[in-house]
């Protein structure tokens, strides 16, 4: 960042922190919360959150949203093959598009525990050795301050016990995932993450803030199980439901 914008933004940051300081405003809509409200949502906000939930009957592997009685499309085209499954508490967008929002470009400190606190009820007591959150390539880490899976992932381990190992690392970086077409997403990502210490043997649960296409996670298990790690399961704050294309129901 060029050095007066970046003296601008602490100056209107450190003028926002004075009118509204941070806890007094719902993380969502931005609305001034009750005082003594346990969590960092308005009430309205709250009730509208339970409404993201993965619904109870989506694929038990991958999250998908499936046709009773219907094998999952997603799961059997393979794409998530690396993956052995996937746990996320809510389906992106609304509320929780905006607490994703909050956790990686707001540097917010209460996004991260409140989405971490969903994601280990998500998991539902399974077990693993430990955590690896998926790395920003240096260039994005310098640019952003913070790497938003890392913070989860240290929220997630204070309320699981498991250890975080950073394991991985971003080798390449081309275009942001968020910027291509679905179909690019896979190419983008393939053989750009590597693995830096021993995974082998371990049952790893992969950290990320969002699910789209799978591509990315993909890449980072596959990295993970070539050095050896026994399995690889992903956890996200949220997974992208979108509509698919000639009348395939819902698919990723
Ligand atoms: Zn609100
Ligand atoms: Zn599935």
Known sequence: M????????????????????????????????????????CDECREKLKEWRVPAGACNRCLSPVTPGKPCAFCASRMMKPIEAVFSPYRFGGETRALIHALKFDACGEAAPLLAGAMADALARRDFDCIVPVPLHPARLRQRGFNQSLLLGQELSARTGVPVRELLRRDR????????????????????????????????????????????????????????????????????????????????
Not at 4 to 14: M, P, V
Not at 224 to 239: K, N, R
Request: hydrophobic share 35%; aromatic share 4%; with cysteine.
């Open 173 to 252: 970086y081309r275009a942001p995932q968020s910027r291509l077409p679905m179909k690019r997403r896979a190419d983008n990502v393939r053989g750009a993450f590597s693995c830096m210490g021993d995974p082998a043997g371990k049952r790893i649960l992969l950290l990320d803030d969002v699910r789209t296409t799978g591509s990315t996670a993909c890449a980072c298990a596959q990295a993970l199980l070539d050095a050896g790690a026994e399995s690889v399961c992903l956890c996200t704050c949220a997974v992208v439901y979108r509509k698919a294309r000639r009348g395939q129901g819902l698919s990723h």
């Open 2 to 41: 060029i050095p007066w914008k970046k003296g601008l933004r602490r100056a209107t940051e450190s003028v926002a922190g004075w009118l509204f300081p941070r806890g007094a405003c719902c993380l969502c809509c931005g609305d001034p919360r009750r005082a003594g409200e346990e969590d960092c949502l």
